[in-house]
T-cell receptor, first 115, second 119 residues
Framework: EPEVTQTPSHQVTQMGQEVILRCVPI?????FYWYRQILGQKVEFLVS????????KSEIFDDQFSVERPDGSNFTLKIRSTKLEDSAMYFC?????????????FGNGTRLTVT | AQKVTQAQTEISVVEKEDVTLDCVYE???????LFWYKQPPSGELVFLIR??????QNEISGRYSWNFQKSTSSFNFTITASQVVDSAVYFC????????????????FGKGTKLTVNP
């Protein structure tokens, strides 16, 4: 069964550094998402992306965050200048359009640690 | 606003016991979807079920069953004859569907219930 793939599984960075988290959604999917889970807390929506543009974003998704689909397969989340509070698990997800509200397929997550 | 409440923070049972995880939701939408996800210690989110708001039939899948009651805005999850491998954090979620966005799906998650099944 096709999977959403995320790399790296764990990223350690210093405060103030830029990080890029990478995701390869399922190939025929058209909607892409990033969610975040601070350790021990609930999973929170960050942003959804469709047709090469952001379709919705949360209050968390401020100017430090950006998303991009640089080619036909990758979907990236960039944090420009990381803060300690950005430490979290970041999940990428995707779903197709033809099946309205099909369940989100989540990747295994990237654990970001900001020191 | 959409909201999901999982009042049970942690539950501990002994293997073979049945356990029910509670989920109560709030929404003004007439059409919505409810979900359960499992997060094992390894950290990934494993999809368990999606339920349409128009379908109140209970569902059973092996040892798992779900009880959807619109009247009480609840979508509870029962594991029968629990096993050690069921130990995980379980999240209930509600879709916050923006119809104008087509198929875009934004999920609102509860805080999760940590289930520990002891041998």
């Amino acid at each position: 069964e096709p999977e959403v793939t995320q790399t790296p599984s764990h990223q350690v960075t210093q405060m103030g550094q830029e990080v890029i988290l990478r995701c390869v959604p399922i190939s025929n999917h058209l909607y892409f998402y990033w969610y975040r889970q601070i350790l021990g807390q609930k999973v929170e929506f960050l942003v959804s992306f469709y047709n090469n543009e952001i379709s919705e974003k949360s209050e968390i998704f401020d100017d430090q965050f950006s998303v991009e689909r640089p080619d036909g397969s990758n979907f990236t989340l960039k944090i420009r200048s990381t803060k300690l509070e950005d430490s979290a698990m970041y999940f990428c997800a995707s779903n197709p359009r033809e099946t309205y509200n099909s369940p989100l397929h989540f990747g295994n997550g990237t654990r970001l640690t900001v020191t | 606003a959409q909201k999901v409440t999982q009042a049970q923070t942690e539950i501990s049972v002994v293997e073979k016991e049945d356990v029910t995880l509670d989920c109560v939701y709030e929404t003004r939408d007439t059409t919505y979807y409810l979900f359960w996800y499992k997060q094992p210690p390894s950290g990934e989110l494993v999809f368990l079920i999606r339920r349409n708001s128009f379908d109140e039939q209970n569902e059973i899948s092996g040892r798992y069953s779900w009880n959807f009651q619109k009247s009480t805005s609840s979508f509870n999850f029962t594991i029968t004859a629990s096993q050690v491998v069921d130990s995980a954090v379980y999240f209930c979620a509600l879709s916050d569907t923006s119809i104008t966005q087509g198929g875009s799906e934004k999920l609102v998650f509860g805080k999760g219930t940590k289930l520990t099944v002891n041998p």
